[in-house]
Nanobody
């Protein structure tokens, strides 16, 4: 199995910055995509940013130019640097990892973190 540990959420003033981290551990064989999603009450979870094994990235239009996703393959960790935060960025942020395990080396599965709260005060 794969476990994800997120950190870095918190309270920040509008215009400020936060850096989220998500470390994957367990019986990982390989990791494909790593990404961040967010969700607010009453709304669907939405993609914020994703980074693939080759390094290509995609961002939601609402965060492009302000957020940067990166990964450290040696540490199985993905980061989300969030700058110029706005009140509308407030949400629970979830890490998602697409990976294979030692038991199932050729079948990718998706794994989710427990979520970390980001609050932005105006």
């Amino acid at each position: 199995q794969v476990q994800l540990e997120e950190s870095g959420g918190g309270l920040v003033q509008a215009g400020g910055s936060l850096r989220l981290s998500c470390a994957a551990s367990g019986s990982i064989f390989s990791i494909n995509a790593m990404g961040w999603y967010r969700q607010t009450p009453g709304n669907q979870r939405e993609l914020v940013a994703v980074i693939r094994s080759g390094g290509s990235t995609n961002y939601a239009d609402s965060v492009r130019g302000r957020f940067t996703i990166s990964r450290d393959n040696a540490k199985n960790t993905v980061y989300l640097q969030m700058n110029s935060l706005k009140p509308e960025d407030a949400a629970v942020y979830y890490c998602k990892v697409v990976a294979t395990t030692i038991r199932q080396r050729y079948a990718y599965d998706s794994y989710w973190g427990q979520g970390t709260q980001v609050t932005v005060s105006s």
